[in-house]
């Protein structure tokens, strides 16, 4: 995996690799990111910063010639957030605690983040799964960890998968793969229409309504032509307390009250 910016100004931002396995031993480093702009006609002005690279499940099973490198030129052309999830190198899992010993990173790197498989895990008890606070996605989307300076937009779709990144965040899906999409199901119970999604474990409010977590606020709304939506007690009810699924969410069950539209369009508004 060899990779460099496009031109000048421009750094490679923005990509995911995932799902890449290789067999036997390499006559070079498994990855080489370097930042080496073109000499004609740069200027120091010119940005040619990486950022927001997502390696997922990579495995090399073998050795490699040398370490791996993430080397930035200078402080215009560095290297940012990158993600490497479930990368092993001839069996070993590359991990913040042992990737010195498999990559060469420089001064003009920051932001980079080894983490094993899964998504579960939450070790500060904030509601948030690690993956969510250590990626390269979660820190584009907030100002202050991003050395760019510029906070990306709730409703960027990093996968492409047609779900916004703030819903994928609400549910429990990751935005870093389009096998991960937010569901919602919806099922005819005695006449009634039902609807169950995924949401965050330990908030507060009402179910369908108002809950609020970790500054996410989920309502269930309801239309009759796709333009005008309604939302709150009126329209939608919550059924029994909502079942955890053990992975920090749980899935909630509503119903769409009989005053609402016999024939209705269903949706998940996330607010945050």
Not at 119 to 145: C, K, M, Q, V
């Amino acid at each position: 995996m060899d990779g460099g910016p496009a031109d000048s100004d421009k750094g490679l931002s923005n990509q995911i690799y995932e799902d890449i396995r290789i067999e036997g031993n390499l006559n070079c480093p498994l990855v080489r990111v370097e930042n080496r702009p073109y000499p004609f006609g740069a200027t120091a002005s010119q940005n040619g910063s990486s950022y927001g690279i997502v390696l997922r499940n990579v495995s090399l099973e073998g050795t490699q010639s040398g370490l791996s490198s993430i080397l930035g030129k200078d402080v215009q052309n560095g290297h940012h957030d990158y993600l490497f999830e479930n990368l092993k190198i001839n069996g070993t899992q590359i991990t913040a605690s042992n990737y010195a010993s498999f990559f060469s990173i420089n001064q003009f790197v920051s932001n980079i983040n080894f983490i094993g498989s899964g998504f579960s895990p939450d070790i500060n008890n904030n509601g948030i799964p690690d993956l969510w606070e250590t990626s390269a996605y979660w820190r584009l989307l907030h100002a202050a960890g991003n050395p760019l300076g510029v906070e990306k937009p709730w409703s960027m779709d990093s996968d492409g998968d047609s779900a916004c990144d703030a819903l994928e965040l609400a549910t429990g899906t990751s935005p870093m793969s389009v096998r991960e999409r937010p569901m919602l199901e919806t099922t005819m119970v005695d006449g009634a229409l039902m609807v169950n999604y995924r949401q965050r474990s330990g908030g507060s409010g009402t179910t369908g309504i108002d809950y609020n977590v970790n500054g996410l606020i989920y309502a269930v709304e309801v239309s009759s032509d796709l333009v005008t939506w309604h939302r709150g007690a009126t329209w939608v009810e919550a059924v029994g307390t909502p079942v955890s699924n053990g992975d920090g969410s749980e899935t909630a069950l509503i119903r769409i009250k009989d005053t609402a539209e016999s024939s209705a369009f269903v949706r998940l508004g996330v607010n945050h």
